[in-house]
Nanobody, 125 residues
C-alpha cells in the first residue's frame, strides 16, 4: 500500500499550487481521501476530504473558498488545488486514505489507515 504526494514547493503570497496524491496497493474506490497539514509545533489539521460514491467534499474553514479537492479514480489520484495562498498555509501536507463510517470523524487523523510521506508547502510573505 502506498500513497505518494507531489506538487509542493515555495510560492509567494497570493500564489497557487496543486498537490497530487496517487494511491496504489488498495481498492482506491472504496476509500475516502483526506488532506491534512502540519506546521511546526502544531497538531495535524484536517484540511479537505473527498469520499463516497457522490464524492462528498469537506473543507476546513481556514481554506474554504480557496482550496478545491477533486479526484480521478481511474488514475487513483486526488488533487488539492490551492489558490490565494498565505504564509499561514505553510506546512507539510499529507494525504490519507480511510474507510469513513461517519462524517463527524473525517478530520480525525486516527481514523485514516494509510498515509503518504508528505510534501512541503512554503508560502513566503
Amino acid at each position: 500500500v502506498q500513497l505518494v504526494e507531489s506538487g509542493g514547493g515555495l510560492v509567494q503570497t497570493g500564489g497557487s499550487l496543486r498537490l497530487s496524491c496517487v494511491g496504489s496497493g488498495f481498492s482506491f474506490d472504496d476509500y475516502a481521501i483526506a488532506w491534512f497539514r502540519q506546521a511546526p509545533g502544531n497538531d495535524r489539521e484536517g484540511v479537505s476530504y473527498i469520499g463516497g460514491s457522490e464524492k462528498t467534499t469537506y473543507y476546513a474553514d481556514s481554506v474554504q473558498g480557496r482550496f478545491t479537492i477533486s479526484s480521478e479514480n481511474a488514475k487513483k489520484t486526488v488533487y488539492l488545488q490551492m489558490n490565494s495562498l498565505t504564509p499561514e498555509d505553510t506546512a507539510v501536507y499529507y494525504c490519507a486514505a480511510g474507510e469513513i463510517i461517519s462524517m463527524n470523524t473525517i478530520t480525525w487523523p486516527e481514523i485514516y489507515e494509510y498515509w503518504g510521506q508528505g510534501t512541503q508547502v512554503t508560502v513566503s510573505s
